[in-house]
């Protein structure tokens, strides 16, 4: 069983940065791949970024591409998302999730793809 928390969401301006953290526990971080989704009120949950699990394959949404990177650091079991020129519409709860593979497969995903999630953190921005 893995837990997974994240943190660094809040309030900010449009054009504003952020960086999500998310911790994990209880499992081997460095064998699975990662993610991060979001979810909007209203709306289902969409997929925003993944990184495999040495990091040398990343994956995003086009609404994001060019603003949102997504790294992690094996050896404090942490994946990140730094979330630069922040738009409202980027304004959701984020989750991390383990995947149950090393692999990604680009920016397609089921729930059955994932085997963790994190509480969520809430990410707002103001126009």
């Known amino acids: 069983q893995v837990q997974l928390v994240e943190s660094g969401g809040g309030l900010v301006q449009a054009g504003g940065s952020l960086r999500l953290s998310c911790a994990a526990s209880g499992r081997t971080f460095s064998s699975y791949a990662m993610g991060w989704f979001r979810q909007a009120p209203g709306k289902e949950r969409e997929f925003v970024a993944a990184?495999?699990?040495?990091?040398?394959?990343?994956s995003y949404a086009d609404s994001v591409k060019g603003r949102f990177t997504i790294s992690r650091d094996n050896a404090k079991n942490t994946v990140y998302l730094q979330m630069n020129n922040l738009k409202p519409e980027d304004t959701a709860v984020y989750y991390c999730?383990?995947?149950?593979?090393?692999?990604?497969?680009?920016?397609?995903?089921?729930?059955?793809?994932?085997?963790?999630w994190g509480q969520g953190t809430q990410v707002t921005v103001s126009s």
């Open positions: 999730a383990m995947y149950q593979t090393s692999w990604i497969r680009g920016s397609r995903w089921s729930y059955s793809d994932l085997g963790s």
């Open positions: 990184i495999s699990y040495r990091g040398s394959s990343t």
